[in-house]
């Protein structure tokens, strides 16, 4: 045993409470599972949503100690924090409209909520990752449980599809972020972000291009998870093949956790070789958008709509990152947070409006919603509004921080060509708009039933949430700028 | 202590050369010492095992899949169980204590899939359940 080895303190452990309470509930379903056998229990969802809300106050209390836990390998700062609460959040809203989708479905069953909290271990480790090897296993953990949620109906073609177009190109992005991890700690000798970053400002013997070469090794990882140009091929199919909920689910809590962490350990780590990868994230934040928004005028199918939307998204989280200040990871952060409200409301609506077999997941099979559904109807179009940026809703002061944090570091073209973007993007939101409300009613709307419980619930959180960073955002911009300061 | 490149990989280099020795020890003595059969399934690749050759489409069942899970659900438990072994006097109760949790983490999920089924492999048992 090393002479200076020493249990975790009391306080590590609580740092580390979200993870366990999610690890247990997950297991907890595990079992109550097995005891129901073959047959299928209903109410599993409750045990999941009490063990969120229970991971939530834990975070609160962990938040509220910062510090580093278990020989450094976790920092719970105000950012871990703002994320793990973030994607808890997502956990939540994912959980309140997958009951009447799966039981629809026939497929109504614990090891769907139990996969997703053990998700949500892998994004709150991501959140909290102080160090490479960390940051590698809460990606795995986050993904594996993904790719089996992308293809939970499995004798769907679609999910199937999905599944191991997921699972094939996932794997392979990870594998390079694991050769870059291997590369800078044989150029460093240190997997720890702190360490990476003293030792690549103060020693003149790391050959600059080739920590390059390892920050552009770990660049295509983190890129396929938040499908950023040129890796963001699978989005589209993954997201259209995927059962609704966990569409809602993939798209909102493992894209901001693996954000989170591709800000934490590009601003903590590689900062003083900013100059290598920043031109990088600028090419890549402006292909992300211009391809995200153009493929999606031509979809007619609302799943590609809103995957390409979410390409697209990405894009502007990364105009953010390459402003590279605090003011720019305060506007990813504030973005990130509107993004998941608008995107997972969205997806919560679709898996009312798909119907059992998803048959009507056409942008024309909305036709004359507004007359049959108002309410769903308004809702949808309030995420959608959003999603465009108007003023009053989250989206819009998205947008005006993150191109602010842009202007501020003089990023001028890739401000003003993101606002061409979103001006572009505006046209495919208000084409589902118009279909909503201006056209007759088609066979498609007639055969609706009132949303479920769940997901009027959390169509209604999601739509509130993103009213009021519309209309007050500086309650979480506050927030978001006290907790931006990491890696100083 | 080692300090040229030939001392600190001199062992690796012993290691190397007693797998290739070993490899070709092992397959020469067969061939000097043993016997001779020659017929179609003593030819083929694995030769207690499955047929090597057809469709690539061919569907075979699930279990093995779950069995070799399973085995990796152990293999693993038995992995970290012998370091701890080794260093168990010096940590006390606290690492009995982690490595219970550990245990039971296991064991939940060994109780999930004998509960599912996974271990009934008999088409019987299994409608008899049902």
């Known amino acids: 045993m090393p002479a ?4 975790p303190t009391e306080a590590e452990y609580i740092r580390f409470l979200p993870e366990t309470i999610l690890i247990l509930m997950g297991t907890l379903i595990m079992v109550l599972e ?35 836990a278990f ?29 009447s989708y799966l039981s629809r479905e026939r497929a109504d069953s614990g090891e769907y909520y139990a996969l997703i909290l053990y998700s949500l271990v892998g994004q709150c480790i991501l959140a909290t990752a102080n160090e490479l090897i960390m940051v590698f296993i809460g990606l795995e953990i986050s993904s594996i449980a993904t790719y089996v949620l992308a293809g939970y109906l499995r004798d769907d073609k679609r999910n199937n599809e999905s599944a191991i177009k997921y699972f094939l190109l996932g794997s392979f992005a990870t594998a390079f972020l694991l050769y870059g991890v291997a590369w800078i700690y044989g150029l460093t000798g240190s997997t720890n972000l702190a360490v990476i970053r003293q030792y690549l400002q103060t020693s003149a013997t790391a050959d600059p291009a080739l920590v390059g070469l390892a920050a552009g090794l770990m660049f295509v990882g983190f890129a396929f998870k938040v499908s950023a140009a040129p890796f963001q091929a699978w989005t589209p199919d993954v997201y259209q093949g995927a059962p609704a909920p966990v569409t809602a689910f993939m798209s909102a809590g493992p894209k901001a956790a693996a954000f989170a962490v ?6 903590t780590a590689f900062d003083g070789i900013a100059e290598t990868w920043l031109p990088v994230v600028w090419v890549s934040a402006l292909a992300t958008m211009v391809i995200g928004n ?3 005028l031509t979809q007619t199918n609302i799943k590609r709509v809103l995957a390409y939307s979410s390409i697209a998204h990405a894009g502007y989280v990364l105009v953010a990152v390459a402003a590279h200040s605090q003011i720019g990871t305060a506007a990813a952060m504030f973005y990130l947070a509107s993004y998941v409200f608008m995107n997972i409301g969205a997806f919560a609506l679709i898996s009312h409006l798909s119907r059992q077999g998803e048959r009507y997941v056409q942008v024309n099979d909305l036709a004359g ?15 959608l509004l959003s999603l465009i940026g108007v003023p009053l809703t989250g989206g819009f002061f998205g947008k005006f921080y993150i191109f602010k944090a842009a202007l501020d570091s003089q990023l001028y073209w890739l401000t003003v060509l993101g606002l061409l973007n979103s001006a572009v993007a505006a046209y495919y939101y208000l084409r589902i708009i118009v279909v909503m409300y201006f056209h007759e009613p088609g066979h498609a709307t007639e055969s609706l039933e009132e949303p479920a419980a769940g997901i009027r619930v959390a169509s209604l959180v999601a739509a509130l949430a993103v009213v009021v960073l519309g209309v007050a955002p500086s309650l979480l911009l506050n927030v978001a700028s006290r907790s931006s300061a990491i890696g100083r | 202590m080692p300090t040229t490149p030939l001392e600190v990989y001199f062992p690796v280099l012993v290691q190397a050369l007693l797998g290739v020795g070993l490899a070709l020890g092992l397959v020469g003595a067969s061939s000097l010492l043993g016997k001779k059969l020659k017929n179609k399934i003593k030819d083929s690749p694995y030769e207690c095992g499955m047929a090597p050759q057809g469709s690539a489409e061919e569907r075979f069942s699930v279990k093995f899949y779950l069995v070799a899970m399973l085995f990796i659900l152990f293999d693993i438990e038995a992995v970290f169980l012998y370091p701890w072994v ?25 109780f999930y899939i004998w509960k599912k089924g996974v271990l009934d492999w008999s088409q019987i048992s299994r409608i008899q359940r049902k």
């Not at chain 1, 719970?76 to 809203?93: K, N, P, S």
């Not at chain 1, 591709?262 to 601003?267: K, Q, T």
């Not at chain 1, 108002?374 to 309030?382: K, R, S, W, Y």
């Open chain 1, 369 to 383: 919603l507004s007359q049959r559904q108002p309410v769903t109807a308004a809702l949808f179009a309030i995420f």
């Open chain 1, 4 to 7: 200076n080895f020493a249990f």
């Open chain 2, 86 to 110: 080794v260093v168990y006097k010096d940590l006390g109760m606290i690492a009995f204590v982690e490595m219970a949790i550990f245990v039971i983490l296991i064991l939940s999920g060994f």
């Open chain 1, 262 to 267: 591709f800000i934490r350990v590009y601003i």
């Open chain 1, 71 to 99: 020989s450094d390998f976790l920092l719970v700062d105000g950012f871990g924090t703002f994320f793990r609460m973030l994607v808890l959040t997502v956990g939540i809203l994912a959980v309140l409209c997958s009951p």
């Open chain 1, 34 to 68: 097995g005891f129901a056998g073959d047959g299928h229990r209903k109410g599993t969802h409750k045990v999941a949503l009490f063990g969120l809300f229970l991971a939530m106050a834990a975070a609160c209390y962990a938040g509220s100690n910062p510090g580093p």
């Open chain 1, 294 to 296: 153009f493929a999606a």
